[in-house]
């Protein structure tokens, strides 16, 4: 394909994305870190997360490396590798690499920004609030920055969407270790640390004779900084890519300028999202007198109002000054308005997902109002507002979908998912501001700064919590879309033109498929369960072996939680990793890329359903808890708090290690599919092993 | 069509069961129903069952009255109603009077076989055992008598498998209503005394203190005996049906006297399942000096490979001497090997689901242990179980569609569960045998009968858990391959071809199926909350104002429990009702009815999971606060008790309520889109209000 000449606003707006982040690293780390005691426990936790990070990596770089041969070898052009399979191979590394390189970047400024958030707290709300989060937007700007930039380069490069999908895969590749592995690291730790720290010893949360509490706030930044940037760089990347792939189906029955304008739309908008992300962190910073929380959703409304006007202004020039044809233009406008609905509908369902997760409205209430009937209550009350919450973004999902596909069919849906994940970069800004004032709070009382500084990192923090239920809605729904148009992107580059449910080989997959996120999240859940037993033991050992720990005249190994942690993460994510490779490979080899395509949607429609319900209950008793520790129902020490500690314990694994899984889980499913496609063509001509005798 | 004179071995075959039914019933009633004591509470438990079963069949009549007349004045001719209104109407009747009668039948003799198995265990385990399969033998074969002959013998008369429909759907009115509302009883009752009884009172299970112990025991029977049998009463029926509506799909492409038999071809296997039910109930019979429970099983095997020999035989005979043409004598002997693998295949996957709720394998003993890791561990511990236990009879089903996909694609998927639930005759007496003795339990200590008689009377409940595993997963399993069937049949009576996942409003459709069985579930557990919490303010009333009661000197006001919770269910019930319907309704008309098709079989996925997960999850708590309850970690009273406790209690809606309703749920589903193909032609030409302008 020709590179139409527009695409180099594309890399321009990520460089200066990046630049922009490195800016505000540079400032955030110029702030003053504190005291002696705040040092040495940022310090640690410094430490631990580097140390995570580089276990983490050193795998990574094996699996990457190996799997880079396989595409080389084997992956495009199964039988006689052509140039696709060097090109892909490349995009395959650059794309793991540019993932790795934005989440290191992030967790950098992450781990000192905390500290430094805590200090400057002593000077007030305000100047606590920008540490945090510009902190936070270092990250957001470093990961839509990289994606964008590599994307757009290594299409300008090759001119095949093609190609890009390898660089996607590279992405997953490192989301799938990042978010899983984060997962099982932060939720490993608090679990552990929860039940001796606070079961056995009745220590409070951060205190810091607990041995495992700054592996507990290592897990913060792993867990929600690391793992959740890669998962958005994930979502981001494919996003583009499968609208591109889709882009170019055009071929033929447009005019050629008119298909490579539509190839290089998707990254044009995601531009033009990129800067309405950067007006809207600028703007942000003027409104945190008031409420910090509020503060962070008026930034996330008006980058959604900035982005609907500056991409009115492109389409406004592309189709008057540009060169499409009639129908051309038209289609364009058509996506616009897919882009703007795509955008909206995120905000909308992210606003509803709030509402269960919401401390002041009726779920949660309604939950932390049954912690004084046991624990049993407790958990039945939360799951099943946590399945009736599947409603809402369901529905959300439906008018998108239908309001896309009516105004141009599978490319509409492929650019509402683009349009919107064009304001991640805000989205990752507000999760990532989250674990720094989390953390910070932590530091503040270890670093002694008084009772006032803490509540207001305790306020800083409760506004990354209200924030965060937004994003997490939003980022599910981004996900759903994605996939969908990651689905009709394989299904165009497996020449797949019917997916027909009343066919066996095709419901055969769907049962397949649909068993997958169930499965995958029992793994996880599984795998948290079983490192934070190794938690636990450490814990136990250290409190018998070191018994001044207690008395706060010896200290803690913090190193040795920290390492169990790591390297539990590291292997419980063996299992998971296998599941989201093989059961896409399995299903395609014994009953065909059409029985696989089946394995996709339905991963998609239980990967919808078990990642929400898994969130919004997690979430649901996590605020429960708080509701009642502060002051309801009996408040902290009584039965309440007990079975509301049970709720919120169960739900740790569900909102932090399997739901947010998912999306990733499906992601490298589908691209799993995408990239095999020419190695499934080998066995019953592409109808499966087993398919081709049904 | 015209009707195949060998039909007539299936009415008499089903009358043969009804009559021995009856005989049966006699029986039962003739042994000695105990002493004072015992005759008094099986008296309020008799009483309680029939006044919720007098309540739930007058809103019943209501409810079906209205909608019989929909029938007769809109359904299936929408604009002109014709022949088919009045005979629909008929049928839908016949229906659900059919599966009403049954019920009650089996009620009848479940709530008079409890206090006679409990004297008769004064005479051993044997005698003891015989009374109470006996008694659930009763309802198993009236369940199985009544269907097939309200089948055939509207066949027999209009000769349309269309009109079959209304019939099947008058039995999934019943169904609805039975198991969903018997299953909010039972477990209104049950979560009641406990929190309040036990927890409050530390009043052991049973005790006749508790105000809602004969509650308790009513929900037993109204869920365990009268939902069961309703909801595969349903289930076989809706498998009859689907097959002869694909069956009669081979006009034109087969002779006439070919298709006339592949019409009736699924009764007459189901008239064969029904001799090898008779045999082998008469086989358990000599095997019980040993193990109850492994006669139940023995049972089903032997049962299993009874119908597999005649099944052959008549397959021979039919093929040999019968009037089919070469090929039509091909497909029958094709579709002999379908039901016989629906069957093997149903068994096998009962037997993976035991696996996962036995005390003596790994995943219930993990999960008893995980208690002494306190509430939340045993939660996630019992979750994370659930979750995985999908895989093994996600893979059962897909070896079974294989195998009858490759032999007869639709035809053969619709007589593998044709096959699957030939036995349910089997099944539902199993199943019926469980609440029988459990309420017996309660009767012997009630009645004073000894230490002994007490631990027979445990052996033969704990036998009926051990039976009900193989039959809960079967059932979910026959239930699959039903809902698949009905699918095919729907979609070949609205004329549709293919259900194309990569089209938007089938996507669409999908996204809404997915989420039913979920909001269904989140509805009925709700439902069971809400109640519960009216019975635990009414049993704490009752404690406060007749202080007597707890030492004994006042009689607690059962009638008042009983009522509560007949009220509530019936009250809790509407709301999923409207789902149900409202859900298919509202799908077709928007967007189609190939988006309706696809609703449907996304509802069937998910269906399937939750259904799975629920059940299998609750058994594995259920069973690991026994296994804790012998001894193990503990035992009863301590933390790990209470922790045990917690999981029981909360898997209780889940396998009692919930899970169970949820085949109910697509039945209805699937049932409500065929009948009313009709009236969705008006919506933009069966495109849909939204989905013509996609």
Redesign the interface.
């Given at each position: 394909m020709a590179v139409p000449i527009i695409l180099i606003l594309a890399p321009l707006a990520g460089l200066l994305s990046i630049v922009l982040s490195l800016f505000l690293a540079k400032m955030v780390i110029k702030f003053d870190d504190g005291n002696e005691a705040m040092q040495r426990v940022a310090g640690y936790i410094r430490e631990g997360a580097y140390a995570f990070l580089k276990r983490q990596y050193t795998t990574l770089a094996i699996f990457v490396a190996g799997f880079s041969i396989v595409i080389l070898l084997v992956i495009p052009n199964a039988i006689t590798p052509g140039a696709l399979n060097w090109q892909q191979f490349l995009a395959y590394l650059l794309g793991s690499a540019a993932s790795s390189v934005a989440g290191y970047l992030g967790m950098i400024v992450g781990v000192r920004a905390n500290s430094r958030t805590a200090q400057a707290a002593t000077k007030g709300l305000a100047a606590a609030f920008n540490v945090a989060f510009f902190g936070g937007a270092v990250m957001g700007l470093a990961v839509v920055g990289a994606a964008i930039v590599g994307v757009s380069v290594i299409y300008w490069i090759f001119g095949d969407p093609a190609v890009v999908l390898g660089f996607s895969f590279g992405a997953s590749s490192i989301a799938l270790f990042a978010k899983a592995g984060g997962g099982i690291y932060t939720k490993t730790a608090d679990v552990g640390a929860d039940?001796v720290g606070k079961?056995e010893f009745n220590l409070p949360e951060d205190d810091p004779r607990n041995p495992a509490s700054v592996a507990d706030n290592v897990g913060d930044n792993v867990g929600d900084i690391a793992g959740m940037g890669a998962d958005l760089f994930d979502s981001y990347v494919a996003s583009l890519v499968a609208a591109m792939v889709l882009g170019a189906s055009f071929t033929g029955s447009f005019p050629a300028a008119d298909v490579d304008f539509f190839v290089v739309l998707p990254l044009l908008v995601s531009a033009v999202g990129l800067f309405a992300t950067l007006i809207g962190i600028v703007l942000t910073k003027f409104q945190t007198k008031d409420n910090p929380g509020k503060a962070l959703n008026n930034g996330t409304y008006l980058t959604t109002l900035v982005f609907a006007g500056i991409n009115l202004l492109l389409t406004l020039i592309v189709t008057t000054v540009g060169e499409l044809s009639a129908a051309g233009a038209q289609k364009v406008w058509m996506n616009f308005i897919a882009q703007v609905m795509g955008l909206f509908a995120g905000v909308m369902i992210g606003i509803t997902t709030d509402y269960y997760t919401d401390d002041s409205k009726k779920p949660t209430q309604k939950v932390a109002a049954?912690s004084e009937?046991?624990?049993?209550?407790v958990?039945?009350?939360g799951?099943?507002?946590?399945?009736?919450s599947?409603?809402a973004p369901?529905i959300g999902?439906?008018v998108a979908?239908?309001i896309?596909?009516?105004l141009d069919?599978?490319y509409g849906?492929a650019n509402a998912a683009v349009g919107m994940l064009a304001i991640i970069g805000t989205i990752v800004a507000n999760d990532a501001y989250g674990p720094i004032t989390d953390n910070s709070r932590g530091l503040a009382e270890q670093g002694g700064l008084g009772e006032e500084v803490i509540r207001d990192c305790d306020k800083l923090d409760s506004a990354g919590n209200t924030a965060k239920a937004i994003t997490k809605g939003f980022a599910i729904g981004a996900a759903a879309l994605t996939v969908?148009a990651l689905?009709?992107a394989y299904?165009h580059e497996a020449g797949?033109?019917?997916?027909?449910?009343?066919s066996?080989?095709?419901?055969?997959g769907?049962?397949?498929g649909?068993?997958m996120p169930?499965?995958f999240?029992?793994?996880l859940?599984?795998a948290?369960?079983v490192n934070a037993?190794r938690m636990?033991a450490e814990i136990r050992r250290q409190f018998k072996e070191i018994p001044g720990i207690l008395n706060g005249n010896e200290k803690a190994d913090y190193a040795k939680c920290v390492d169990i942690a790591t390297k539990g993460a590291i292997r419980e994510l063996v299992l998971p990793i296998i599941l989201s490779i093989a059961g896409p490979l399995l299903t395609g080899i014994l009953f065909g890329t059409t029985s696989l395509?089946?394995f996709l949607?339905?991963s998609i429609?239980?990967g919808?359903?078990f990642a929400i319900?898994m969130s919004n209950a997690g979430g649901t008793w996590d605020n429960a808890k708080k509701y009642v520790e502060d002051g309801h129902f009996g408040g902290k020490g009584t039965e309440a708090h007990r079975?509301a500690?049970?709720?919120d314990?169960?739900g740790d694994?569900f909102k932090d290690t399997a739901g947010p899984s998912i999306n990733t889980l499906i992601t490298v499913m589908s691209l799993t599919s995408s990239m095999f496609i020419g190695v499934f063509a080998w066995f019953g001509a592409g109808a499966g092993l087993?398919g081709q005798?049904?």
């Amino acid at each position: 394909m020709a590179v139409p000449i527009i695409l180099i606003l594309a890399p321009l707006a990520g460089l200066l994305s990046i630049v922009l982040s490195l800016f505000l690293a540079k400032m955030v780390i110029k702030f003053d870190d504190g005291n002696e005691a705040m040092q040495r426990v940022a310090g640690y936790i410094r430490e631990g997360a580097y140390a995570f990070l580089k276990r983490q990596y050193t795998t990574l770089a094996i699996f990457v490396a190996g799997f880079s041969i396989v595409i080389l070898l084997v992956i495009p052009n199964a039988i006689t590798p052509g140039a696709l399979n060097w090109q892909q191979f490349l995009a395959y590394l650059l794309g793991s690499a540019a993932s790795s390189v934005a989440g290191y970047l992030g967790m950098i400024v992450g781990v000192r920004a905390n500290s430094r958030t805590a200090q400057a707290a002593t000077k007030g709300l305000a100047a606590a609030f920008n540490v945090a989060f510009f902190g936070g937007a270092v990250m957001g700007l470093a990961v839509v920055g990289a994606a964008i930039v590599g994307v757009s380069v290594i299409y300008w490069i090759f001119g095949d969407p093609a190609v890009v999908l390898g660089f996607s895969f590279g992405a997953s590749s490192i989301a799938l270790f990042a978010k899983a592995g984060g997962g099982i690291y932060t939720k490993t730790a608090d679990v552990g640390a929860d039940l001796v720290g606070k079961g056995e010893f009745n220590l409070p949360e951060d205190d810091p004779r607990n041995p495992a509490s700054v592996a507990d706030n290592v897990g913060d930044n792993v867990g929600d900084i690391a793992g959740m940037g890669a998962d958005l760089f994930d979502s981001y990347v494919a996003s583009l890519v499968a609208a591109m792939v889709l882009g170019a189906s055009f071929t033929g029955s447009f005019p050629a300028a008119d298909v490579d304008f539509f190839v290089v739309l998707p990254l044009l908008v995601s531009a033009v999202g990129l800067f309405a992300t950067l007006i809207g962190i600028v703007l942000t910073k003027f409104q945190t007198k008031d409420n910090p929380g509020k503060a962070l959703n008026n930034g996330t409304y008006l980058t959604t109002l900035v982005f609907a006007g500056i991409n009115l202004l492109l389409t406004l020039i592309v189709t008057t000054v540009g060169e499409l044809s009639a129908a051309g233009a038209q289609k364009v406008w058509m996506n616009f308005i897919a882009q703007v609905m795509g955008l909206f509908a995120g905000v909308m369902i992210g606003i509803t997902t709030d509402y269960y997760t919401d401390d002041s409205k009726k779920p949660t209430q309604k939950v932390a109002a049954s912690s004084e009937k046991g624990h049993a209550m407790v958990i039945l009350a939360g799951f099943s507002y946590g399945m009736e919450s599947v409603a809402a973004p369901t529905i959300g999902i439906v008018v998108a979908m239908a309001i896309a596909w009516a105004l141009d069919t599978v490319y509409g849906v492929a650019n509402a998912a683009v349009g919107m994940l064009a304001i991640i970069g805000t989205i990752v800004a507000n999760d990532a501001y989250g674990p720094i004032t989390d953390n910070s709070r932590g530091l503040a009382e270890q670093g002694g700064l008084g009772e006032e500084v803490i509540r207001d990192c305790d306020k800083l923090d409760s506004a990354g919590n209200t924030a965060k239920a937004i994003t997490k809605g939003f980022a599910i729904g981004a996900a759903a879309l994605t996939v969908l148009a990651l689905l009709y992107a394989y299904a165009h580059e497996a020449g797949i033109s019917s997916v027909d449910l009343l066919s066996g080989p095709t419901m055969i997959g769907a049962f397949i498929g649909a068993m997958m996120p169930p499965l995958f999240s029992a793994v996880l859940v599984k795998a948290v369960e079983v490192n934070a037993e190794r938690m636990v033991a450490e814990i136990r050992r250290q409190f018998k072996e070191i018994p001044g720990i207690l008395n706060g005249n010896e200290k803690a190994d913090y190193a040795k939680c920290v390492d169990i942690a790591t390297k539990g993460a590291i292997r419980e994510l063996v299992l998971p990793i296998i599941l989201s490779i093989a059961g896409p490979l399995l299903t395609g080899i014994l009953f065909g890329t059409t029985s696989l395509a089946a394995f996709l949607a339905a991963s998609i429609l239980t990967g919808f359903i078990f990642a929400i319900f898994m969130s919004n209950a997690g979430g649901t008793w996590d605020n429960a808890k708080k509701y009642v520790e502060d002051g309801h129902f009996g408040g902290k020490g009584t039965e309440a708090h007990r079975a509301a500690i049970t709720g919120d314990t169960v739900g740790d694994p569900f909102k932090d290690t399997a739901g947010p899984s998912i999306n990733t889980l499906i992601t490298v499913m589908s691209l799993t599919s995408s990239m095999f496609i020419g190695v499934f063509a080998w066995f019953g001509a592409g109808a499966g092993l087993i398919g081709q005798f049904m």
